[in-house]
Nanobody, 104 residues
Framework: VQLVESGGGLVQPGGSLTLTCVAS????????LSWYRQAPGKGRELVAT?????VRRGRFTISRDDAKNTVYLHMDNLKPEDTAVYYC?????WGQGTQVTVSS
């Protein structure tokens, strides 16, 4: 199983960013996918999740493209407190993370 995140970077407060996670090694369309984040000095927290049937939960907009084995996280109105490493998760597998920094 491999999960590869991308799309992080530096964004100004109020800005937007879309993260991408490309998965391989399992039947992507059958499973729930999730995004987590970990800010400096804090534990890892759930940001958003999407079921195999497209049911979504979370603060930001999560979506999936089963044809591309890809899950996205679109974040609007970002705040400095959203600064963290963002991780894609399937079952007990994690990606390497992508850094999001919200700062002026």
């Amino acid at each position: 199983v491999q999960l590869v995140e991308s799309g992080g970077g530096l964004v100004q407060p109020g800005g937007s960013l879309t993260l991408t996670c490309v998965a391989s090694g399992f039947t992507f369309s059958n499973y729930r996918l999730s995004w987590y984040r970990q800010a400096p000095g804090k534990g890892r927290e759930l940001v958003a999740t999407i079921s195999s049937t497209g049911v979504r939960r979370g603060r930001f907009t999560i979506s999936r493209d089963d044809a591309k084995n890809t899950v996205y996280l679109h974040m609007d109105n970002l705040k400095p407190e959203d600064t963290a490493v963002y991780y894609c998760k399937w079952a007990d597998s994690w990606g390497q993370g992508t850094q999001v920094t919200v700062s002026s």
